[in-house]
C-alpha cells in the first residue's frame, strides 16, 4: 500500500519523510527525493495511505524527523580538501554518521575516503564489508569513489617503537653508556623516555596511527581525495588523541635535544681519538614524527579545512560528555560547529506507556542541550532512531539523507 503512496508523495507536506528504513531497504524503487521532504520532530511518523494518489494520509507513529539546520551544502562545498572529525560516547552512532557523511560525500562527487581511528573498528560492519588489513580498501556497492581504512593501532605502535629505539631510545642509551657518558643517560632517564617507548601512553597508538595517515594523504597518489573523515574512538580516547601532539612534539623535542649534545660529545671524543667522522645518519625519524605531529596539531586546529563533529544522544550522562569533550575542544582549539543528537524516538501515538515515558525522557535531555553554554550555540542535528540497525549501503545512504540535509 506504501508504495502507492509514493506516487503522489510530491503532494505530502515538505515535512515528513514518510517511511522507515525497513521499507526503504526492502522497497528501493520505491526511494523518495529525501531532500524535498523533511520532517520536524513535533511530526509524526509512518504515513499510511488510505487513498492513492491523494492527498488523504493517516499518519501514524514511527517516521521521521531531521531540523533542516546539519547544512550539508556548507559542508559539500568546495572541491578543496577538507577533514570531517565524528567524536563522541561509546556507542552513541559515531561509526554510522561517519559512514553515512562519507557514503553521501561520495555520492555528490567527492573522492572520499573514511578512517576508522578507534583500535575497536566498526567501520566493516557499518558498510557490511570487509575493509580489514590496515590499507585503503575500495568500498563496493557505489558508483562513486569511495575508500576506506581501518588502521592497525598494533601495526602502528609496532613502527613507532622500532623507529624510536633505534633513533633515540634504547640504542641510544646503551651506546652513552659505552661512551662513559652515564650522566647524560641519567637525564634521558627523567624524561622517562624508556616509559614513553616501552609502555606508549593510551592513545599514543591512535596519534601515530594518524600521523601515518597523514604520511600518505600528503603523498601525491592521494591528492585526488577531498573529503577525509574520520571515525574516531570514544571521547576518553580522542581527547588524549587531540592532545597527544602537543605532548610528543615536546618529549620529541627534548629528546632530539638530547641527541644533538650527544652527537656533539661523540664527534669531540673522536676527534681527540682521531677517528674518522662518521656519515650523519640517514633522515632521522624522530624529526620526521615530531613534523608530523606538528602537521596533525594544525590540521586539527584548522576552521578552514576541519570540523570536528560531536555525536550524542538524547540522554542527560550523553549530553554531559558531549559538553566536556566541547570544551576540552575549544581548550585544544579544534573547530567544532554542529552537534548531531541520534537516536532520537519517534513521538507515539500509540498507548505504550514505555515510549511516551522514554520519548518525554528524551525531550527533557533534549532541553538541557538549550541551556548548556557549551552547547547551546552549536547547529543541532537531530536523527530518530530508526527500526532496523544501520548497517551496508543503502542502510547509510538512508541515514546520510536523514542527517545530512
Ligand atoms: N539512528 C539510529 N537508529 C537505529 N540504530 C542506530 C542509529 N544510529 C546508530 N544505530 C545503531 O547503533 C549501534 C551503534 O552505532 P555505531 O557503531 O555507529 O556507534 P559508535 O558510536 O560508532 O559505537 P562505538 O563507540 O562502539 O564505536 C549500531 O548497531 C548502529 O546500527
Request: with cysteine.
Amino acid at each position: 500500500m506504501l508504495s502507492r503512496c509514493f506516487r503522489s508523495i510530491s503532494i505530502v507536506p515538505r515535512n515528513f519523510i514518510p517511511i522507515t528504513l525497513s521499507h526503504y531497504i526492502s522497497k528501493p524503487q520505491n526511494n523518495i527525493p529525501f531532500h524535498r521532504i523533511k520532517a520536524s520532530l513535533s511530526s509524526v511518523s509512518t504515513l499510511t495511505c488510505i487513498r492513492p494518489n491523494t492527498v488523504t494520509f493517516q499518519v501514524r507513529s514511527i517516521a521521521t524527523v531531521v531540523d533542516s539546520v546539519a547544512g550539508f551544502g556548507e559542508v559539500v562545498v568546495g572541491p578543496q580538501r577538507k577533514y570531517y572529525f565524528l567524536g563522541g560516547k561509546g556507542g552513541v552512532g559515531k561509526t554510522s554518521c561517519a559512514a553515512s557523511l562519507a557514503v553521501k560525500f561520495a555520492h555528490h562527487g567527492h573522492p572520499t575516503i573514511v578512517i576508522s581511528t578507534d583500535p575497536a573498528h566498526s567501520l566493516s560492519d557499518s558498510f557490511a564489508q570487509d575493509l580489514t588489513g590496515g590499507v585503503l580498501v575500495p568500498v563496493e556497492g557505489l558508483n562513486s569513489p569511495l575508500f576506506a581504512l581501518e588502521i592497525d593501532p598494533e601495526r602502528a605502535k609496532e613502527d613507532f617503537r622500532s623507529a624510536s629505539q633505534k633513533n633515540g631510545g634504547s640504542a641510544v642509551k646503551d651506546f652513552m653508556n659505552n661512551m662513559g657518558l652515564g650522566m647524560l643517560a641519567n637525564q634521558l632517564g627523567e624524561l622517562k623516555l624508556g616509559e614513553l617507548l616501552d609502555t606508549p601512553p593510551p592513545g599514543l597508538d591512535e596519534a601515530i596511527a594518524i600521523s601515518k595517515v597523514m604520511q600518505f594523504v600528503e603523498s601525491p597518489q592521494y591528492s585526488m581525495f577531498s573529503r577525509i573523515v574520520f571515525d574516531t574512538a570514544p571521547t576518553g580516547h580522542t581527547l588524549r588523541l587531540l592532545s597527544l601532539p602537543d605532548f610528543l612534539d615536546a618529549s620529541i623535542g627534548k629528546v632530539m635535544k638530547l641527541k644533538q649534545k650527544l652527537a656533539s660529545a661523540t664527534s669531540a671524543i673522536k676527534s681527540v681519538l682521531g677517528k674518522a667522522e662518521e656519515q650523519q645518519d640517514v633522515p632521522d625519524k624522530l624529526e620526521q614524527l615530531r613534523k608530523r605531529m606538528t602537521k596533525v596539531r594544525d590540521l586539527f586546529r584548522d576552521s578552514n579545512t576541519t570540523e570536528f563533529v560531536i555525536v550524542t544522544i538524547p540522554s542527560v550522562m550523553a549530553i554531559n560528555e558531549s559538553s566536556r569533550l566541547h570544551a576540552s575542544l575549544r581548550k585544544e582549539h579544534v573547530p567544532v560547529q554542529r552537534l548531531i543528537v541520534n537516536q532520537i524516538l519517534p513521538p507515539s501515538t500509540s498507548d505504550c506507556k514505555f515510549c511516551t515515558t522514554k520519548r518525554k525522557d528524551q525531550m527533557r535531555a533534549i532541553d538541557m542541550i538549550k541551556n548548556d553554554p557549551e552547547l547551546a550555540n552549536l547547529k543541532i542535528i537531530q536523527a530518530p532512531l530508526v527500526d532496523l540497525e544501520i548497517r551496508g549501503i543503502p542502510a547509510l545512504k538512508y541515514m546520510g539523507n536523514m542527517v545530512w540535509t
